[in-house]
């Protein structure tokens, strides 16, 4: 009895043809480094390249279910490999789309975070006006509400007064209508700065204009961060609303102008910027 044939060669492999069979088979068993660009396996010609769906392309055998190597070794194709010969032609027909002038600059929305839609924008202890004016501008700004660290103090108090904007609840209170609430940290990112009210865990941003120093806060994830060296915090929100082309209301309006002025020294102090300006 003669022995079963190798089980390799029984399942997945055969030897193609010898050149003499067709100019086709020639040309599969040539090697990557002779064959011209364009002559390659794939109908589209990928011969100098070798990964991804460029090598699905270069090792694609003579029928819909091999791929052919260049020592002539058929195999089996994986899905995988399957699954990016289907959509050759769709990738190729999406490359043609693409405009052939590169002076062409696709119109693109600008980015709005999701993750801090419906969050409570909370400043740092001590609480100052860019805190407060900058929590209550972000809330208009993302459809979220503003919230305070801690008691305010008189020049904050005036502002609110001035622009007939309500005073912002503390974040003990919301957290205790809501104690998973997302959370974006305004004017602050450091951990001593923060109200111990709030789990670092459900922080989702950060919006600040100051410098990395130790204890900033961790995350066990990716969050919204926008930190800017500027010299007001409640300039990176009139930025965004200006960018965005989005009007605040003018009581928040105020608030962020008194913010701005207040945190610049009235643009006169050392981080003052043009942006600020």
């Known amino acids: 009895m003669a022995p079963p044939p190798n089980k390799e060669d029984s399942s997945s492999v055969k030897r193609p043809a010898s050149p003499s069979a067709g100019s086709n088979a020639a040309s599969l068993n040539s090697s990557p480094s002779k064959?011209?660009?364009?002559?390659?396996?794939?109908?589209?010609g990928y011969g100098d390249h070798h990964g991804g769906g460029a090598e699905a392309l270069r090792l694609a055998g003579p029928d819909n279910k091999t791929k052919q190597y260049d020592e002539g070794v058929l195999r089996k194709r994986t899905q995988v490999e399957t699954?990016?010969?289907?959509?050759?032609?769709?990738?190729?027909?999406?490359?043609?789309?693409?405009?052939?002038?590169?002076?062409?600059?696709?119109?693109i929305d600008l980015f709005l975070p999701e993750a801090l839609k419906d969050a409570v924008f909370v400043g740092h202890?001590?609480?100052?006006?860019?805190?407060?004016?900058?929590?209550?501008?972000?809330?208009a700004l993302y459809n979220g509400k503003a919230a305070l660290a801690s008691d305010i103090n008189s020049e904050t108090a005036f502002a609110l007064e001035e622009w007939g904007?309500?005073?912002?609840?503390?974040?003990?209170?919301?957290?205790?209508?809501?104690p998973n609430a997302k959370i974006c940290l305004v004017d602050h990112q450091q951990t001593s700065?923060?109200?111990?009210?709030?789990?670092?865990?459900?922080?989702?941003?950060?919006?600040?204009?100051?410098?990395?120093?130790?204890?900033?806060?961790?995350?066990d994830r990716p969050i919204y961060i926008d930190i800017r060296p500027w010299g007001s915090m409640s300039t990176i929100?009139?930025?965004?609303?200006?960018?965005?082309?989005?009007?605040?209301?003018?009581?928040?309006?105020?608030m962020l102008l008194c913010a701005i002025l207040s945190d610049t020294l009235n643009l006169q102090g050392p981080t003052t910027t043009e942006w600020d300006r």
């Open 237 to 254: 929100i009139s930025h965004t609303f200006l960018t965005h082309h989005k009007r605040p209301p003018v009581g928040v309006a105020g």
């Open 193 to 219: 700065q923060m109200n111990p009210a709030i789990n670092p865990d459900n922080v989702v941003g950060v919006i600040d204009h100051h410098a990395l120093q130790s204890k900033t806060i961790v995350t």
């Open 83 to 107: 699954d990016v010969l289907a959509r050759e032609k769709a990738a190729h027909e999406l490359a043609d789309a693409l405009p052939k002038e590169i002076s062409t600059i696709p119109t």
């Open 125 to 139: 202890l001590v609480t100052d006006l860019d805190s407060v004016g900058g929590a209550i501008g972000a809330a």
């Open 35 to 44: 064959r011209a660009r364009g002559t390659s396996v794939g109908s589209f």
């Open 165 to 178: 904007v309500e005073k912002p609840p503390t974040i003990e209170e919301v957290l205790k209508e809501n």
